[in-house]
């Protein structure tokens, strides 16, 4: 009988979302004006990444699920559109 | 004897809290359902008693605001968004397609498992004293003023959410990997379509309200600047969480009883929904273009000009799939053999009062209108029009035409039409005198008002008394028919969808051998001219 072991990627991907995680909470602390927030989102979207490829296995897939994948992310987009309209247009 | 059903294969409790057969998943949820309705319902008894007269005779200011609240999350939470979907939809997915049951028979039962846990957890909070928020949970009074029980609300909302999201994802996996053969899309009965509609905004959008219910809590236990602008956040950032997905939630109350409505207006009168493409594209449409519009909510809140001028002419487009729809079902009765059973007597009362609450809806959308009748009963009227005259009207009108279906018994025809014309006049006598209110400037959420406006307050809870009566009697003919009514036929209104080709009620696995589908749907003028059975 094999013994079970998780897989490698899986570990990986773990350890890299910590990794990140200890980097988004360490550069919150350091000034870079609005910097900050274009590291926060750049590594909040590799995480993003991480957890849609490796975690949902969508590197595996093609056809029907990516285009609902896709779609997911494409909603989100409207939500930033319409809602940032607001913000950006308001006095 | 007759032929073992899924009713009668086993009696035990175990063999009905335990079942991943869809129908009975269906019966458990249509009862949960009937539970939630009459507390949401009871709610709405006091809230129309104490507005009978224009001063404060049967509950406090403070008491009227959990009231309503409490209305208002039961009735959108736990019974309309569940309604058809859950219920129908679980029953008749499978059946219509031709498939022994949904994708996920195990996640179908835990989705109803998770459905009772959120329920429990809101009953939780309304039996410890309520909240007073309002069903919209409006920051920063939900999280910073609001001394009532919240956080246990919106735990409870965000459970429910869970099952939403499963069921949608079953739905969908089922409609597109379990299909007869032969059953290309395009023979898919309208109800399906509209299912999957539903089921694609259940899954998109619920998960924005899983989120903006934990930022509430993080807000509110952790005193993070999200929605409170005196640390930095800003409250019309919950607004636009919030409605992201409490708009496309109108669109899945209503989908579904469009699909209805297709089903029953083809039936009765005998012919071909009219265009057929169209009324499917337009649920689709309808799903799509209803996330482009909910800053129509806000209007009055400090949203730029902009962004409420591009709202306002977006909650125009979406008008037209829908108005796409009435028409075909128009076009559809033109020459039809139309027959006016129980069921088509609801699916016209729907049509004409989602016409109505449609309509209505356009007045909002106009910039310079909302914000004279923002808040004001005109409001509340529009969106029970849809709501209520909408979608229950459709829900009841679906579980008349499928009762022989789900029991293998038949109904009585006379207190069912009886039931179905009383539902239409007390729906009106009680909401369009508030369109009235509404106009003249009556706002919402008070339990006290000026005496010019008893009258059409009286003539609103008279209404309310009617429709109060009018909604029991099915729980009294149906439940009746369920245990002595006549045993039905396997097709009772001769119809060509797949769910009437297997015996009623139907047996374990649906289907004794796979059906295989041949021709279009609806085809009611070739080998179905019989005339119905049940008038």
Known sequence: MTEWRPPLALVGAWLALLGLLALTVTLAYVPLGAGNAVVALSIGTIKAVLVAAIFMELRKRHGLTLVFAAAGLFWLGILLWLGLMDFMTRT | ?535
């Open chain 2, 1 to 535: 004897m007759s032929e073992p059903n899924y009713l009668t294969t086993d009696y035990t409790l175990q063999s009905w809290f335990l079942t991943t057969d869809h129908k009975r998943i269906a019966i458990l949820y249509f009862a949960s359902l009937i539970f939630f309705f009459f507390i949401g319902g009871a709610a709405a008894t006091a809230i129309r008693i104490e507005l009978a007269t224009p001063q404060a005779d049967l509950v406090s200011s403070d008491v009227y605001n959990r009231l309503f609240t409490m209305h208002g999350i039961i009735m959108v939470w736990f019974f309309l968004i569940p309604s058809i979907p859950n219920t129908l939809g679980n029953f008749l997915v499978p059946l219509m397609i031709g498939a022994r049951d949904l994708a996920f028979p195990r996640l179908n039962l835990m989705s109803w498992y998770i459905f009772m846990l959120g329920g429990c957890t809101t009953l939780f909070a309304i039996l410890a004293g309520g909240i007073d928020t309002g069903w919209t949970f409006y920051t920063p009074f939900s999280t910073l003023y609001s001394n009532s029980y919240v956080i246990v609300a919106a735990a409870g909302v965000f459970i429910a959410g869970f099952s939403s999201i499963l069921t949608g994802l079953n739905f969908i996996v089922t409609i597109h990997r379990l299909r007869a053969p032969g059953l290309t899309w395009y023979r898919l009965p309208l109800f399906l379509w509209s299912l999957y509609a539903t089921s694609v905004i259940l899954v998109l959008a619920t998960p924005v309200l899983a989120v903006t219910l934990l930022l509430i809590a993080t807000e509110r236990f952790f005193g993070v600047g999200i929605f409170d602008p005196r640390i930095g956040g800003d409250p019309l950032l919950f607004q636009h969480l919030f409605w992201f997905y409490s708009h496309p939630a109108v669109y899945i109350m209503i989908l579904p009883g469009m699909g209805v409505v297709n089903e029953l207006v083809s039936c009765f009168s005998r012919k071909p929904v009219f265009g057929y493409k169209f009324v499917a594209w337009a649920s689709l449409a309808i799903a799509a273009v209803g996330f482009l519009v909910w800053g129509h909510h806000m209007f009055v809140s400090g949203q730029s000009l902009i962004a409420s001028l591009v709202f306002s002419f977006m909650s125009f487009v979406v008008a037209v799939p829908s108005a796409i729809k009435v028409f075909n079902w128009t076009a559809t009765l033109h020459k039809g053999s139309i027959h006016f059973d129980a069921p088509m007597l609801y699916a016209l009362a729907f049509i004409g009062l989602f016409t109505i609450g449609g309509l209505t809806g356009l007045f909002l959308a106009c910039l310079a209108f909302d914000v004279h009748a923002t808040d004001t009963y005109f409001v509340v009227a529009h969106f029970h029009y849809i709501m209520v005259g909408g979608m229950v009207t459709a829900y009841f009108g679906g579980l008349h035409y499928w009762w022989p279906k789900i029991t293998g018994r038949l109904y009585s025809e006379y207190w069912a039409r009886t039931a179905a014309v009383l539902i239409f006049f007390g729906f009106n006598l009680t909401f369009f005198p508030q369109f009235i209110l509404g106009a003249e400037g009556m706002p919402r959420r008070y339990h006290v008002y000026p005496p010019e406006f008893q009258v059409w307050n009286v003539l609103s809870s008279g209404g309310a008394a009617i429709l109060a009566v009018a909604y029991l009697l099915p729980m009294f003919y149906l439940g009746y028919s369920a245990f002595f009514g006549a045993r039905a036929p396997a097709n009772p209104w001769n119809a060509p969808g797949l769910e009437w080709q297997t015996s009623s009620p139907p047996p374990e696995e649906n289907f004794e051998t796979q059906p295989v589908v041949t021709r279009e749907p609806y085809q009611y003028n070739e080998a179905f001219e019989a005339e119905p059975q049940n008038a």
